[in-house]
Protein backbone atom coordinates (compact mmCIF):
# COMPACT_ATOMS: atom_id res chain seq x y z
CA UNK A 1 0.00 0.00 0.00
CA UNK A 2 2.34 2.44 1.12
CA UNK A 3 5.72 2.88 -0.20
CA UNK A 4 8.41 0.61 1.45
CA UNK A 5 10.47 2.58 3.43
CA UNK A 6 7.20 4.00 5.70
CA UNK A 7 5.88 0.39 6.48
CA UNK A 8 2.67 1.28 7.69
CA UNK A 9 0.76 -1.37 6.12
CA UNK A 10 1.60 -4.87 5.60
CA UNK A 11 1.88 -6.16 2.08
CA UNK A 12 -1.01 -6.95 0.15
CA UNK A 13 -0.22 -10.73 -0.96
CA UNK A 14 -3.44 -12.57 -1.01
CA UNK A 15 -6.32 -12.54 -3.52
CA UNK A 16 -8.51 -11.04 -0.33
CA UNK A 17 -5.76 -8.62 0.76
CA UNK A 18 -6.95 -5.79 -1.38
CA UNK A 19 -10.25 -6.15 -0.68
CA UNK A 20 -9.79 -6.37 3.31
CA UNK A 21 -8.07 -3.40 2.92
CA UNK A 22 -10.52 -1.61 0.65
CA UNK A 23 -13.07 -1.72 3.16
CA UNK A 24 -11.07 -0.55 6.10
CA UNK A 25 -9.71 2.62 4.19
CA UNK A 26 -13.12 3.51 3.19
CA UNK A 27 -14.49 3.10 7.07
CA UNK A 28 -11.47 5.02 7.67
CA UNK A 29 -12.07 7.66 5.23
CA UNK A 30 -15.54 7.85 6.45
CA UNK A 31 -14.72 8.55 10.32
CA UNK A 32 -11.89 10.74 9.11
CA UNK A 33 -14.62 12.69 7.12
CA UNK A 34 -17.03 13.40 9.99
CA UNK A 35 -14.34 13.68 12.54
CA UNK A 36 -13.06 16.55 10.83
CA UNK A 37 -16.62 17.78 9.58
CA UNK A 38 -17.63 17.86 13.53
CA UNK A 39 -14.17 19.59 14.69
CA UNK A 40 -14.62 22.46 11.90
CA UNK A 41 -18.32 22.70 12.59
CA UNK A 42 -17.43 23.26 16.10
CA UNK A 43 -14.87 25.77 15.23
CA UNK A 44 -16.83 27.73 13.35
CA UNK A 45 -20.19 27.36 15.34
CA UNK A 46 -17.87 28.27 18.34
CA UNK A 47 -16.67 32.01 16.43
CA UNK A 48 -20.11 32.54 14.29
CA UNK A 49 -22.47 31.90 17.86
CA UNK A 50 -19.72 33.55 20.58
CA UNK A 51 -21.55 34.83 23.75
CA UNK A 52 -20.37 38.98 22.93
CA UNK A 53 -22.39 38.38 19.67
CA UNK A 54 -25.32 36.16 21.04
CA UNK A 55 -26.13 36.84 24.43
CA UNK A 56 -29.35 34.92 24.61
CA UNK A 57 -30.27 31.57 22.96
CA UNK A 58 -32.42 31.67 20.26
CA UNK A 59 -35.08 28.20 21.06
CA UNK A 60 -34.70 26.37 17.82
CA UNK A 61 -38.01 24.16 17.66
CA UNK A 62 -36.88 21.42 15.60
CA UNK A 63 -37.32 20.38 11.86
CA UNK A 64 -38.63 16.88 10.29
CA UNK A 65 -36.96 16.81 7.55
CA UNK A 66 -33.28 17.69 8.87
CA UNK A 67 -34.02 14.70 11.46
CA UNK A 68 -34.56 12.53 8.75
CA UNK A 69 -32.00 13.83 6.40
CA UNK A 70 -29.58 12.94 9.41
CA UNK A 71 -30.62 9.45 10.12
CA UNK A 72 -31.03 8.38 6.78
CA UNK A 73 -27.48 9.48 5.74
CA UNK A 74 -25.56 7.53 8.48
CA UNK A 75 -28.06 4.49 8.11
CA UNK A 76 -27.11 4.53 4.16
CA UNK A 77 -23.77 4.94 5.17
CA UNK A 78 -23.78 2.15 8.15
CA UNK A 79 -25.65 -0.65 5.81
CA UNK A 80 -22.91 -0.04 3.16
CA UNK A 81 -20.48 -1.30 5.75
CA UNK A 82 -22.43 -3.78 6.85
CA UNK A 83 -22.75 -5.19 3.32
CA UNK A 84 -19.21 -5.17 2.30
CA UNK A 85 -18.32 -6.01 5.29
CA UNK A 86 -20.88 -9.30 5.45
CA UNK A 87 -19.96 -10.11 1.95
CA UNK A 88 -16.17 -10.07 2.41
CA UNK A 89 -16.67 -12.15 5.85
CA UNK A 90 -18.78 -14.83 3.77
CA UNK A 91 -15.55 -14.68 1.24
CA UNK A 92 -13.43 -15.45 3.88
CA UNK A 93 -15.07 -17.89 6.07
CA UNK A 94 -15.80 -20.11 2.37
CA UNK A 95 -12.92 -21.77 1.24
CA UNK A 96 -13.24 -22.34 -2.65
CA UNK A 97 -13.63 -25.96 -3.59
CA UNK A 98 -10.63 -27.76 -4.83
CA UNK A 99 -8.71 -25.55 -2.15
CA UNK A 100 -5.44 -27.44 -0.86
CA UNK A 101 -5.53 -28.50 2.65
CA UNK A 102 -3.16 -27.96 5.51
CA UNK A 103 -3.44 -28.41 8.75
CA UNK A 104 -2.01 -26.50 11.72
CA UNK A 105 -1.83 -27.13 15.50
CA UNK A 106 -1.08 -25.00 17.73
CA UNK A 107 0.44 -25.38 21.39
CA UNK A 108 2.60 -23.65 23.56
CA UNK A 109 5.09 -22.10 21.83
CA UNK A 110 4.67 -23.35 18.07
CA UNK A 111 2.87 -23.84 15.25
CA UNK A 112 2.94 -27.36 13.52
CA UNK A 113 1.80 -27.70 10.00
CA UNK A 114 0.91 -31.06 8.25
CA UNK A 115 1.05 -31.35 4.85
CA UNK A 116 -1.70 -34.11 2.82
CA UNK A 117 1.50 -35.83 1.89
CA UNK A 118 3.41 -35.91 5.02
CA UNK A 119 5.51 -33.01 5.27
CA UNK A 120 5.55 -31.87 8.15
CA UNK A 121 6.88 -28.62 9.35
CA UNK A 122 7.23 -26.13 12.48
CA UNK A 123 6.81 -22.54 12.86
CA UNK A 124 7.18 -22.34 9.08
CA UNK A 125 4.05 -23.11 6.05
CA UNK A 126 5.35 -23.50 2.56
CA UNK A 127 1.94 -22.90 0.37
CA UNK A 128 2.37 -22.37 -3.42
CA UNK A 129 0.64 -18.92 -5.22
CA UNK A 130 -2.54 -18.63 -6.81
CA UNK A 131 -3.93 -21.63 -5.36
CA UNK A 132 -6.56 -21.24 -2.38
CA UNK A 133 -5.41 -22.92 0.59
CA UNK A 134 -6.93 -23.75 3.41
CA UNK A 135 -5.75 -24.16 6.59
CA UNK A 136 -7.41 -26.27 9.53
CA UNK A 137 -6.30 -25.67 12.93
CA UNK A 138 -6.84 -26.52 16.28
CA UNK A 139 -4.39 -26.24 19.76
CA UNK A 140 -3.15 -29.21 21.55
CA UNK A 141 -3.73 -26.72 24.78
CA UNK A 142 -4.61 -23.02 24.92
CA UNK A 143 -6.25 -20.69 22.98
CA UNK A 144 -3.68 -19.28 20.09
CA UNK A 145 -4.46 -17.23 16.87
CA UNK A 146 -3.01 -18.13 13.68
CA UNK A 147 -2.08 -14.54 11.52
CA UNK A 148 -0.88 -13.62 8.62
CA UNK A 149 -1.09 -9.72 7.97
CA UNK A 150 -0.46 -9.86 4.56
CA UNK A 151 -2.89 -12.22 3.84
CA UNK A 152 -5.06 -10.86 5.79
CA UNK A 153 -6.08 -14.04 7.68
CA UNK A 154 -6.69 -14.91 11.11
CA UNK A 155 -8.26 -17.20 12.85
CA UNK A 156 -8.26 -18.78 16.09
CA UNK A 157 -6.82 -21.88 17.03
CA UNK A 158 -9.31 -23.93 19.83
CA UNK A 159 -8.20 -26.76 21.96
CA UNK A 160 -10.95 -29.74 20.85
CA UNK A 161 -12.37 -27.84 17.80
CA UNK A 162 -11.64 -27.01 14.37
CA UNK A 163 -11.27 -24.15 12.94
CA UNK A 164 -10.52 -23.11 9.18
CA UNK A 165 -9.44 -19.83 7.64
CA UNK A 166 -8.24 -19.93 3.82
CA UNK A 167 -6.06 -17.28 1.73
CA UNK A 168 -5.22 -17.37 -2.19
CA UNK A 169 -1.20 -16.13 -2.37
CA UNK A 170 -0.89 -13.98 -4.81
CA UNK A 171 3.19 -13.27 -4.81
CA UNK A 172 6.27 -15.11 -3.72
CA UNK A 173 7.93 -14.28 -0.54
CA UNK A 174 8.49 -14.66 3.06
CA UNK A 175 5.60 -13.72 5.24
CA UNK A 176 4.88 -13.08 8.79
CA UNK A 177 2.87 -15.53 10.99
CA UNK A 178 1.84 -14.59 14.19
CA UNK A 179 0.16 -15.60 17.14
CA UNK A 180 -2.56 -13.14 18.21
CA UNK A 181 -3.86 -14.56 21.63
CA UNK A 182 -1.96 -14.40 24.57
CA UNK A 183 -1.20 -17.81 25.03
CA UNK A 184 1.44 -17.88 27.98
CA UNK A 185 4.76 -16.34 28.81
CA UNK A 186 6.40 -16.97 25.85
CA UNK A 187 3.36 -16.20 23.53
CA UNK A 188 6.01 -13.20 22.12
CA UNK A 189 8.32 -16.00 20.92
CA UNK A 190 5.22 -17.91 18.74
CA UNK A 191 6.01 -16.80 15.72
CA UNK A 192 6.93 -17.88 12.19
CA UNK A 193 6.76 -17.53 8.50
CA UNK A 194 4.83 -18.60 5.21
CA UNK A 195 6.74 -18.76 2.46
CA UNK A 196 4.66 -18.63 -0.87
CA UNK A 197 6.29 -19.60 -3.91
CA UNK A 198 6.07 -20.50 -7.30
CA UNK A 199 3.96 -23.81 -8.22
CA UNK A 200 6.97 -25.56 -9.52
CA UNK A 201 9.39 -24.50 -6.67
CA UNK A 202 6.48 -25.68 -4.01
CA UNK A 203 6.10 -28.93 -5.64
CA UNK A 204 10.01 -29.36 -5.16
CA UNK A 205 9.47 -28.38 -2.31
CA UNK A 206 7.24 -30.86 -1.17
CA UNK A 207 9.30 -33.60 -3.02
CA UNK A 208 12.18 -32.28 -1.09
CA UNK A 209 10.64 -32.15 2.23
CA UNK A 210 10.86 -34.43 5.28
CA UNK A 211 7.52 -37.56 4.90
CA UNK A 212 6.78 -40.66 6.69
CA UNK A 213 4.02 -41.23 4.02
CA UNK A 214 0.61 -39.42 3.42
CA UNK A 215 -1.97 -38.14 5.68
CA UNK A 216 -3.97 -40.50 4.59
CA UNK A 217 -1.74 -43.67 4.61
CA UNK A 218 -1.14 -43.09 7.84
CA UNK A 219 -4.42 -42.33 9.00
CA UNK A 220 -4.94 -45.94 7.55
CA UNK A 221 -2.15 -47.24 9.68
CA UNK A 222 -4.02 -45.38 13.04
CA UNK A 223 -7.72 -46.86 11.45
CA UNK A 224 -6.16 -50.45 11.47
CA UNK A 225 -4.37 -49.99 14.59
CA UNK A 226 -7.44 -48.67 16.40
CA UNK A 227 -9.98 -51.60 15.23
CA UNK A 228 -12.18 -49.17 13.39
CA UNK A 229 -12.24 -51.84 10.35
CA UNK A 230 -13.64 -53.99 12.83
CA UNK A 231 -16.94 -52.12 12.43
CA UNK A 232 -16.22 -50.26 9.70
CA UNK A 233 -15.46 -52.90 6.84
CA UNK A 234 -17.39 -51.16 4.10
CA UNK A 235 -19.89 -53.95 4.11
CA UNK A 236 -23.65 -55.33 4.38
CA UNK A 237 -23.19 -57.21 7.58
CA UNK A 238 -20.93 -54.58 9.30
CA UNK A 239 -21.63 -52.99 12.67
CA UNK A 240 -20.84 -49.56 11.37
CA UNK A 241 -21.63 -47.26 8.26
CA UNK A 242 -19.32 -47.87 5.01
CA UNK A 243 -17.50 -44.35 4.81
CA UNK A 244 -16.65 -44.18 1.35
CA UNK A 245 -17.11 -41.35 -0.07
CA UNK A 246 -18.44 -40.10 3.45
CA UNK A 247 -16.35 -36.90 3.09
CA UNK A 248 -18.42 -33.91 2.34
CA UNK A 249 -22.16 -35.12 2.12
CA UNK A 250 -24.68 -34.63 3.98
CA UNK A 251 -25.43 -37.57 6.23
CA UNK A 252 -28.61 -38.75 7.82
CA UNK A 253 -28.88 -38.77 11.59
CA UNK A 254 -31.18 -40.86 14.10
CA UNK A 255 -33.30 -37.74 14.22
CA UNK A 256 -33.88 -36.92 10.84
CA UNK A 257 -31.71 -34.20 10.58
CA UNK A 258 -28.28 -33.82 8.31
CA UNK A 259 -25.27 -32.97 9.22
CA UNK A 260 -22.10 -31.77 6.83
CA UNK A 261 -19.48 -35.10 7.10
CA UNK A 262 -16.87 -32.48 7.58
CA UNK A 263 -13.36 -32.90 9.43
CA UNK A 264 -14.84 -31.61 12.41
CA UNK A 265 -17.95 -34.23 12.20
CA UNK A 266 -15.43 -36.77 11.64
CA UNK A 267 -13.61 -36.06 14.56
CA UNK A 268 -16.31 -35.22 16.32
CA UNK A 269 -17.73 -38.70 15.41
CA UNK A 270 -14.17 -40.47 16.71
CA UNK A 271 -13.80 -38.95 20.35
CA UNK A 272 -17.65 -38.32 21.20
CA UNK A 273 -19.49 -40.95 18.83
CA UNK A 274 -22.84 -40.58 20.86
CA UNK A 275 -23.11 -36.95 19.97
CA UNK A 276 -24.49 -37.47 16.45
CA UNK A 277 -26.20 -41.11 15.49
CA UNK A 278 -26.25 -42.19 12.22
CA UNK A 279 -29.59 -43.16 10.71
CA UNK A 280 -30.15 -46.69 11.28
CA UNK A 281 -27.14 -47.61 13.27
CA UNK A 282 -26.30 -48.36 16.99
CA UNK A 283 -24.79 -46.21 19.68
CA UNK A 284 -22.19 -48.98 19.81
CA UNK A 285 -19.49 -47.09 18.49
CA UNK A 286 -17.15 -46.23 21.30
CA UNK A 287 -15.09 -43.33 22.17
CA UNK A 288 -11.48 -42.91 21.56
CA UNK A 289 -10.82 -39.55 23.78
CA UNK A 290 -7.79 -39.75 24.86
CA UNK A 291 -6.58 -42.76 23.18
CA UNK A 292 -5.70 -40.53 19.81
CA UNK A 293 -3.30 -37.07 19.60
CA UNK A 294 -4.55 -34.63 17.44
CA UNK A 295 -2.33 -35.37 14.71
CA UNK A 296 -3.55 -39.51 14.51
CA UNK A 297 -7.27 -37.33 14.34
CA UNK A 298 -5.95 -35.16 11.62
CA UNK A 299 -4.66 -37.99 9.79
CA UNK A 300 -7.96 -40.22 10.40
CA UNK A 301 -9.65 -37.22 9.15
CA UNK A 302 -7.71 -36.88 5.94
CA UNK A 303 -8.24 -41.18 5.86
CA UNK A 304 -11.52 -40.84 5.62
CA UNK A 305 -11.29 -37.63 3.34
CA UNK A 306 -9.23 -40.32 0.98
CA UNK A 307 -12.05 -42.70 0.94
CA UNK A 308 -14.10 -40.16 -1.22
CA UNK A 309 -13.19 -42.41 -4.56
CA UNK A 310 -14.45 -45.53 -3.29
CA UNK A 311 -11.52 -46.66 -1.27
CA UNK A 312 -8.77 -44.96 -3.46
CA UNK A 313 -6.41 -43.13 -1.58
CA UNK A 314 -5.84 -39.06 -2.81
CA UNK A 315 -2.45 -38.82 -5.15
CA UNK A 316 -0.42 -36.53 -2.72
CA UNK A 317 2.69 -35.49 -3.64
CA UNK A 318 4.90 -36.64 -1.16
CA UNK A 319 8.43 -38.00 -1.14
CA UNK A 320 7.72 -41.79 -0.53
CA UNK A 321 6.63 -44.44 -2.83
CA UNK A 322 3.47 -43.56 -4.65
CA UNK A 323 0.34 -44.55 -2.52
CA UNK A 324 -1.55 -48.21 -3.36
CA UNK A 325 -5.27 -47.81 -3.14
CA UNK A 326 -6.23 -49.02 0.19
CA UNK A 327 -7.29 -52.74 -0.03
CA UNK A 328 -10.47 -53.17 2.12
CA UNK A 329 -10.78 -56.51 1.06
CA UNK A 330 -7.36 -57.65 2.67
CA UNK A 331 -8.72 -55.43 5.60
CA UNK A 332 -11.87 -57.93 6.04
CA UNK A 333 -9.45 -60.92 6.13
CA UNK A 334 -7.32 -59.66 9.13
CA UNK A 335 -4.46 -58.92 7.09
CA UNK A 336 -2.46 -55.99 8.34
CA UNK A 337 -2.34 -53.59 4.99
CA UNK A 338 -0.05 -51.33 7.04
CA UNK A 339 3.25 -54.04 6.64
CA UNK A 340 5.17 -53.37 3.73
CA UNK A 341 3.70 -55.34 0.44
CA UNK A 342 0.69 -56.31 2.08
CA UNK A 343 -1.51 -53.40 0.88
CA UNK A 344 -0.86 -54.60 -2.57
CA UNK A 345 -4.26 -53.61 -5.16
CA UNK A 346 -4.91 -56.97 -7.33
CA UNK A 347 -5.53 -55.92 -11.38
CA UNK A 348 -8.02 -53.23 -12.09
CA UNK A 349 -11.09 -55.42 -12.51
CA UNK A 350 -11.06 -56.58 -8.49
CA UNK A 351 -11.09 -53.48 -8.23
CA UNK A 352 -14.60 -52.43 -9.97
CA UNK A 353 -16.21 -55.46 -8.25
CA UNK A 354 -14.54 -53.83 -5.24
CA UNK A 355 -16.79 -50.78 -5.64
CA UNK A 356 -19.65 -52.49 -6.10
CA UNK A 357 -19.55 -54.06 -3.07
CA UNK A 358 -20.35 -50.83 -1.42
CA UNK A 359 -23.68 -51.72 0.94
CA UNK A 360 -26.82 -51.19 -1.26
CA UNK A 361 -30.00 -50.36 0.33
CA UNK A 362 -31.04 -52.18 3.60
CA UNK A 363 -35.48 -52.49 4.24
CA UNK A 364 -34.16 -51.35 7.73
CA UNK A 365 -31.26 -49.59 7.47
CA UNK A 366 -31.26 -47.31 4.85
CA UNK A 367 -28.49 -45.57 3.36
CA UNK A 368 -26.95 -42.78 5.68
CA UNK A 369 -25.96 -40.20 2.87
CA UNK A 370 -27.35 -39.38 -0.29
CA UNK A 371 -30.36 -38.16 -2.12
CA UNK A 372 -32.69 -39.75 -0.14
CA UNK A 373 -35.00 -37.96 1.90
CA UNK A 374 -36.77 -38.22 5.29
CA UNK A 375 -39.83 -38.44 4.67
CA UNK A 376 -42.08 -36.24 6.06
CA UNK A 377 -38.83 -34.25 7.07
CA UNK A 378 -37.86 -31.10 5.54
CA UNK A 379 -34.81 -29.58 6.41
C1 LIG B 1 -17.66 -51.19 17.86
C2 LIG B 1 -17.74 -50.80 16.47
C3 LIG B 1 -17.05 -49.53 16.04
C4 LIG B 1 -15.72 -49.19 16.14
C5 LIG B 1 -14.60 -49.98 16.76
C6 LIG B 1 -15.58 -47.91 15.50
N1 LIG B 1 -16.79 -47.48 15.04
FE1 LIG B 1 -17.15 -45.75 14.06
N2 LIG B 1 -19.13 -46.12 14.11
C7 LIG B 1 -19.72 -47.28 14.59
C8 LIG B 1 -21.16 -47.15 14.49
C9 LIG B 1 -22.18 -48.22 14.89
C10 LIG B 1 -21.42 -45.90 13.94
C11 LIG B 1 -22.77 -45.28 13.64
C12 LIG B 1 -23.42 -44.80 14.90
C13 LIG B 1 -22.85 -43.50 15.38
O1 LIG B 1 -22.94 -42.51 14.66
O2 LIG B 1 -22.28 -43.48 16.49
C14 LIG B 1 -20.12 -45.27 13.71
C15 LIG B 1 -19.94 -44.01 13.15
C16 LIG B 1 -18.73 -43.52 12.73
C17 LIG B 1 -18.54 -42.34 11.92
C18 LIG B 1 -19.64 -41.51 11.31
C19 LIG B 1 -20.04 -42.25 10.06
C20 LIG B 1 -21.10 -41.64 9.19
O3 LIG B 1 -21.53 -42.31 8.23
O4 LIG B 1 -21.50 -40.50 9.43
C21 LIG B 1 -17.19 -42.19 11.71
C22 LIG B 1 -16.51 -41.11 10.89
C23 LIG B 1 -16.55 -43.25 12.42
N3 LIG B 1 -17.49 -44.03 13.03
C24 LIG B 1 -15.16 -43.44 12.47
C25 LIG B 1 -14.56 -44.40 13.25
C26 LIG B 1 -13.14 -44.47 13.47
C27 LIG B 1 -12.13 -43.53 12.84
C28 LIG B 1 -12.91 -45.50 14.30
C29 LIG B 1 -11.59 -45.96 14.88
C30 LIG B 1 -10.82 -44.95 15.58
C31 LIG B 1 -14.20 -46.12 14.58
N4 LIG B 1 -15.17 -45.42 13.94
C32 LIG B 1 -14.38 -47.23 15.36
C33 LIG B 1 -19.06 -48.37 15.08
C34 LIG B 1 -17.71 -48.43 15.37
CU1 LIG C 1 -0.09 -18.83 20.94
Known amino acids: MLPKYFPLFPEQASKLAFHVD ?10 IFFTTLVAVLILIFGIKYRHDKHPVPHQIEGSVP ?9 LGIAMVIFTWGAVLFIQQNRPPRG ?62 RYTTTWFEPSKPGTYHLFCTEYCGTKHNGMVGEVIAMEPGDYEEWLRGACAFGSLATEGQKVFARMGCVTCHRGDNDARGP ?20 DAAYIRESVLNPSAKIVYGYQNIMPTFQGQLNEEELIELVEYVKSLDNAGQLHQTITNTQPEPPVNLRKMQQGIDVTKPGNNMIPAPPSHSEQMETVPKLQPNAPQTKGQQKAPGKSQ
Open 66 to 74: LEIFWSAVP
Open 242 to 261: NLFRLYSTQVRLQGGQRVLA
Open 99 to 160: SLDVYGIGKQWMWKFQHPGGQREINQLHVPVGRPVRVTLISQDVLHGFYVPAFRAQMEAIPG
Open 22 to 31: ALYFFILGVT
